[in-house]
């Protein structure tokens, strides 16, 4: 069965330095999403995409933050100027169409700030 | 307040007990998911309902959209079914989101 894949699985980041986190979601699937779950907490919305622009985004999704698409199949999301309290586990998730199907989750990316 | 509400926040099974876990929301939705979620993090969808009731081997979900409520139960519960369930709700057709999750624990 296709999967979503997220590298790496683990990310280890000195504070202030830029990240990128790399998704490659299922081939033929449309709507591309981020969440993100900082340990003990509930998973949040960070951003979704479609037609190679975002359609919404949530407040935590500042400036710092952006995504791209650069290619027919990744789909990343870079911090430019990472903080502490962006330690969290960051899921990458895609669905065929919007609000109609099931969105499907990769196994997410541990992003540690130091 | 949240707009996801999810009871119980902890729950102890002893095997082959039927297990429910419910779910309440304050908003208009699309969808509802159900999520299942291991210690190592991964995050699988178990069900996407709008209406109804589905069935999916000893899952089963259901939605009662007028009194804005869901229910996941499972029957005969195994301890591999141990992990946090997690009731989302989909808005705009274009985010979900999230309830704090039911930590189930079944034990053998």
């Known amino acids: 069965e296709p999967e979503v894949t997220q590298t790496p699985s683990h990310q280890v980041t000195q504070m202030g330095q830029e990240v990128i986190l790399r998704c490659v979601p299922i081939?033929?699937?449309?709507?591309f999403y981020w969440y993100r779950q900082i340990l003990g907490q509930k998973v949040e919305f960070l951003v979704s995409?479609?037609?190679?622009?975002?359609?919404?985004k949530s407040e935590i999704f500042d400036d710092q933050f952006s995504v791209e698409r650069p290619d027919g199949s990744n789909f990343t999301l870079k911090i430019r100027s990472t903080k502490l309290e962006d330690s969290a586990m960051y899921f990458c998730?895609?669905?065929?169409?919007?609000?109609?199907?099931?969105?499907?989750f990769g196994d997410g990316t541990r992003l540690s700030i130091l | 307040k949240n707009e996801v509400e999810q009871s119980p926040q902890n729950l102890t099974a002893q095997e082959g007990e039927f297990i429910t876990i419910n779910c309440s929301y304050s908003?208009?939705?699309?969808?509802l998911h159900w999520l299942q979620q291991h210690p190592g993090g991964g995050i699988v969808s178990l069900f996407m309902?709008?209406?109804g009731k589905k069935k999916h081997g000893r899952l089963i979900a259901t939605i009662n959209i007028q009194e804005k409520h869901s229910s996941l139960h499972i029957t005969a519960s195994h301890p591999r079914d141990s992990a946090v369930y997690i009731c989302?709700?989909?808005?705009?057709?274009?985010?979900?989101?999230f309830g704090a999750g039911t930590i189930l624990r079944v034990k053998s």
């Open positions: 989302a709700v989909m808005i705009d057709g274009n985010k979900l989101v």
């Open positions: 998730a895609s669905s065929a169409l919007s609000g109609i199907q099931p969105q499907h």
């Open positions: 908003v208009g939705i699309s969808a």
């Open positions: 309902l709008s209406s």
């Open positions: 995409f479609y037609n190679n622009e975002i359609s919404e």
């Open positions: 081939s033929n699937h449309l709507y």
